[in-house]
């Protein structure tokens, strides 16, 4: 059963350049100390009715914390830096650019649950083109962040516009969220699907058809 999320509409550009300013570079925030951190963990073991001290939770702690590290790295990753290597010599190629099926584990924002799918990126040239692995590296970042399925759609796409500044962006993602699989509704096998566009994607229909039927057929294929 799929539940579809058409594309949102764009906010006023102050609105949105300030919404999403703070997810072009590595955000900052003070965190608390490894000891703190693990100290939080034996406190939510103790709230979930079960004893920190016996023998298979002793060193769990020190695994979540280090788990962590790895799960939301994006906080100390910038899609920035990814996306600045360009290359000029594209031999006159100005059409689009599709990297698709990108694998993605992230983590809802609101119940901490793992959200698990794919991401479509397109975009248009304009005079130079960025090596494919950045695409797929600068989704990682945005999916190692606490994250709503929407928020990330738009963060993908404003920073590959805003780094390259190509013709338009093309960005679909298809996601389970185990809040829904896990817990509330319990329904298993639901995705949901978000796109968003810029530029000529976005003036321009037919491309957005184009990229849709570039990501379905090739699936298909």
């Not at 000529?200 to 957005?208: A, G, I, N």
């Amino acid at each position: 059963m799929d539940a579809i999320v058409k594309s949102f509409p764009p906010r006023p550009e102050a609105d949105a350049e300030q919404a999403t300013k703070h997810y072009l570079d590595k955000p900052v925030t003070d965190r608390p100390s490894r000891e703190e951190a693990e100290a939080a963990v034996r406190t939510l073991l103790r709230w979930a009715g079960d004893d920190p001290e016996r023998e298979g939770l002793k060193e769990t702690p020190e695994r979540v914390v280090k788990s962590y590290q790895e799960l939301f790295s994006g906080y100390d990753r910038s899609p920035v830096e990814e996306l600045g290597r360009t290359f000029e010599e594209v031999a006159g190629y100005d059409d689009m650019v599709l990297v698709k099926d990108i694998s993605f584990h992230s983590h809802c924002e609101h119940h901490m649950v793992p959200i698990i799918g794919k991401a479509h990126v397109a975009y248009l040239p304009k005079g130079k083109v960025v090596g494919l692995s950045k695409i797929a590296r600068a989704v990682d970042i945005y999916a190692r962040r606490l994250q709503t399925q929407e928020a990330m759609t738009a963060q993908i796409a404003t920073a590959i516009q805003d780094v390259l500044k190509p013709r338009g962006v093309a960005v679909m993602i298809e996601a389970e969220h185990m809040c829904m699989s896990m817990r509330g509704i319990q329904k298993q096998g639901s995705t949901t699907l978000t796109s968003t566009f810029t530029g000529v994607f976005k003036e321009k229909p037919e491309e957005q058809v184009r990229f849709v039927t570039m990501v379905r057929d090739s699936r298909n294929g």
